[in-house]
């Protein structure tokens, strides 16, 4: 059998990496109605998991700049599966999934922050990006499918699968180069330099644009996600755990499409385009509240993912190459994952205190698709900021 580039086993760890992670939600939703909680408790499950991200931010670039990156993403997966043990144990969900919220927000600067040491220029680096994007939202069409299929079987045998499969994706993390990372790196002054390293990157407009626009499009997919699951069977009558992760995952195969056809459409110097797929990924959404048949349904979710997958790829990219350049690529994507988990947190705690209060899933959804155009309006304000600035006199 042939031995993987470190690239290409970067790309097949961090398949079977997010397919597991994707598989886990599916079998916390199986949990959640198998043992009788609210309706709300999936939300505020995934609103816990998302303050792992928050609440580490500070540290784990840090961590992740200080050793060789191949090795942070080994301890991001032994974490994440302690997280399943959890589960099969029956510790309550939200516990469960905050230990790999924890694994998760280890893992994740690594995953971004070694791909400028496995590129070696700019176009390299955008096609890493795309690429290693198809290989996640691949991941979470697989993933959500198997993990409604698997729980719909069985809740012990689909956490066993999780546990295979997160080993497989240690093993393979091996095969990837070790960086040298940075013993100087220390942790005394984490936090407060963790708030400079974000004030860097904000001050900087195309940092700044890449944030809020990576921000806005997590937010925007996390609560749609949510909202699906409501959606689904209020409007179109569908109830099976297998026939909503597939219907949730088109929007995967959305994102890839997406995520592979951007090189062609965008490049690092007119990343601005971006802003008018958010436009139309906005629209994209808001068109939810007329749709009331399945087949609408599969192509929005479809159309809402390729216009998503190009709006983002180009952004990761951008911040990566700022961030390479200024404060180094694990703590920038400690920033990101800040940033990016402060948005999805409000969202998504915002629509569990929504769902808890009795408000309507359509009105949840067109709440949702007006915040996101809102700050893509925003993102489209600062680019005429930047030209008006840099135009001749």
């Not at 590129?119 to 690429?131: G, I, P, S, V, W």
């Not at 969202?347 to 709440?367: F, I």
């Amino acid at each position: 059998m042939p031995r993987l580039s470190p690239l290409k086993a970067l790309f097949s760890a961090q398949f079977l990496s997010a397919f597991v992670d994707n598989m886990i939600l599916f079998i916390i939703l199986a949990i959640i109605r198998r043992d009788g909680y609210p309706n709300f408790y999936l939300a505020f499950v995934q609103t816990i998991f998302l303050a792992s991200y928050i609440i580490l931010s500070p540290w784990v670039g840090r961590f992740a700049d200080r050793k060789p990156k191949a090795e942070v993403l080994i301890i991001g997966n032994v974490v994440k599966t302690s997280g399943v043990l959890l589960l099969l144990i029956g510790l309550d969900p939200a516990l469960s999934y905050a230990a790999v919220g924890l694994g998760a927000v280890i893992y994740s600067p690594a995953k971004y922050g070694i791909l400028p040491f496995l590129t070696r220029n700019e176009d390299e680096l955008l096609r890493a990006n795309a690429n290693l994007e198809s290989y996640t939202i691949l991941a979470i069409l697989a993933g959500s499918v198997a993990g409604g299929f698997l729980s719909d079987l069985s809740i012990p045998l689909a956490l066993g699968a999780c546990i295979c499969l997160y080993a497989l994706s240690v093993g393979i993390n091996t095969l990837i180069t070790k960086d040298p990372g940075n013993r100087s790196i220390g942790y005394n002054r984490a936090i407060r330099e963790f708030f400079a390293d974000t004030a860097v990157l904000l001050r900087d407009r195309k940092s700044h644009y890449s944030l809020v626009g990576t921000g806005s499009f997590w937010m925007a997919s996390a609560v749609l996600r949510m909202i699906i699951f409501a959606w689904v069977p209020l409007t179109l009558g569908i109830t099976s755990g297998t026939a909503i992760s597939m219907i949730i995952a088109v929007t995967g195969v959305g994102i890839a499409i997406g995520a592979l056809v951007t090189p062609y459409l965008i490049s690092m110097k007119n990343y601005q385009r971006t802003v008018w797929f958010g436009f139309a990924m906005g629209l994209a959404i808001l068109a939810f509240l007329q749709i009331t048949s399945l087949p609408a349904a599969l192509t929005g979710l479809l159309a809402v993912g390729v216009l998503g997958g190009i709006y983002i790829v180009p952004m990761n990219a951008c911040l990566q190459q700022v961030g390479h350049h200024t404060i180094g690529a694990g703590k920038t994507i400690a920033v990101q994952n800040f940033i990016e988990n402060i948005f999805m947190f409000l969202g998504v705690g915002l629509y569990t205190l929504a769902t808890k209060a009795g408000v309507a899933t359509h009105v949840c959804l067109g709440a949702t698709a007006i915040l996101f155009i809102f700050l893509v309006s925003y993102m489209l304000l600062m680019l005429a900021r930047t030209r008006k600035e840099t135009s001749p006199m």
